[in-house]
Structures are given as C-alpha cells and as structure tokens.
T-cell receptor, first 109, second 115 residues
Framework: GQNIDQPTEMTATEGAIVQINCTYQ??????LFWYQQHAGEAPTFLSY??LDGLEEKGRFSSFLSRSKGYSYLLLKELQMKDSASYLC??????????WGAGTKLIIKP | IAGITQAPTSQILAAGRRMTLRCTQD?????MYWYRQDLGLGLRLIHY???????GKGEVPDGYSVSRANTDDFPLTLASAVPSQTSVYFC??????????????FGPGTRLTVL
C-alpha cells in the first residue's frame, strides 16, 4: 500500500529552527510537495522536490532523498504566524497526490 | 473570480437529502479534484478530472458523484447524505502537466455537517 508518515504535532519556540520529517512508501515517485495549512483555511503550496538535495526558499527549505524515501521541511527564524499544519504529499506513478495526515506545528513565544 | 471558488461556505444537511457542492476555477486548469479532510486523516481524494469531459474515482468515491461539463466547473453531488459524510470538502485544480511544478491550488473549502 501507499503510505506517508509525518509526526502528528511538534512544538517550537519563536526565533528557533524546526525540522519536520516525512517518510513515504508509494507506487512510483514523481515529486514531493510541502503545503502549509492554517486552521480553518485551505492548504497553500510551499515547496516541491523531485531531485535529491536541498531547495531553499527564504526561511523555508525542503530536502529530499529518494533512495531513503525521506524528506524534511526546515523552518528558520520561526515566527508566530508559522503556527499551522504542514502537509507532505507525494506524486505517485499515476501522477496522483498521496497526502500525509499533516504535522501541527505550535510556536510558543 | 480569482483562483478557485466554492459554494456554499458551510451547510447543515439532514440525512437522506441530496446536496451539490459547487466549484469554479478561472485559471484554465485542465485537472480538478475533490478532497475531504477529516481530523487525523489528512486529505483524501474523492473524485478527479484530468480534463473536461472525463472523471475518475479517487480513494473514497462511494456516495459521491461528479461531472465535468466544461473546464471551469466541477460540482460534487451527494445523492443521499449520511452522517459519515460530515467533513470539510476542498476543491483543487492543477495545470496541464507541462509546467515544471504541477502544484495544486485549493479553494476555501465547504464545511458540511450531516445530521
């Protein structure tokens, strides 16, 4: 079966760095997405990785290792507005997105 | 219209009633999707459409139907609602596949409660 695992919840301090991990087992791989979802709102696109390595975009970076079926989202200089759920999703061999349940990130002052 | 719109924003529905959730996009995206999101389960695909005139079943299609008469609209119908269909429903769309990153864009969601 297809499976994506992420921690259910994480807590971090304002100004700090946090790493959210995602492991996946899917039938084929055509890219991995990270989305951010604030409570009561729709998911919004953060990053996309299809090749191994690190993609940096401002305070957010995303890493992919296809051989290990592993990705992480790194958030630096955390701000209170970063409190949200972070969703990992993998595009399988049929180009369908398989979604993880999401990681709720709580930022404390 | 800018992006994707959904209607209604929220709805309380009696079990057994028929309900259509509306979704319209103005980005000329070929592909459209319907998801439901339940606490602890993440997004689950109900139905999808890769292009106007075609539809396909996702992970949880039972009790739902869709149509794609044109590029812009992708309504989701619950023929006879049941309490287990209480959820938040998101419509999404994505491009033609020729873009480097074929991300999905989401509507604001419809919160549906079936009593």
């Amino acid at each position: 079966g297809q499976n994506i695992d992420q921690p259910t919840e994480m807590t971090a301090t304002e100004g700090a760095i946090v790493q959210i991990n995602c492991t996946y087992q899917t039938s084929g791989f055509n890219g991995l997405f990270w989305y951010q979802q604030h409570a009561g709102e729709a998911p919004t696109f953060l990053s996309y990785n299809v090749l191994d390595g690190l993609e940096e975009k401002g305070r957010f970076s995303s890493f992919l290792s296809r051989s290990k079926g592993y990705s992480y989202l790194l958030l630096k200089e955390l701000q209170m507005k970063d409190s949200a759920s972070y969703l990992c999703a993998v595009t399988d061999s049929n180009y369908q997105l398989i979604w993880g349940a999401g990681t709720k990130l709580i930022i404390k002052p | 219209i800018a992006g994707i719109t959904q209607a209604p924003t929220s709805q309380i529905l009696a079990a057994g009633r028929r309900m259509t959730l509306r979704c319209t996009q103005d980005m000329r995206h070929n592909a459209m999707y319907w998801y439901r999101q339940d606490l602890g389960l993440g997004l689950r695909l109900i139905h999808y459409s890769n292009t106007a005139g075609t539809t396909g079943k996702g992970e949880v299609p039972d009790g739902y139907s869709v149509s794609r008469a044109n590029t812009d609209d992708f309504p989701l119908t619950l023929a006879s609602a049941v309490p287990s269909q209480t959820s938040v429903y998101f419509c999404a769309s994505s491009g033609t596949g020729t873009e480097e990153v074929n991300e999905q864009f989401f509507g604001p969601g419809t919160r549906l409660t079936v009593l």
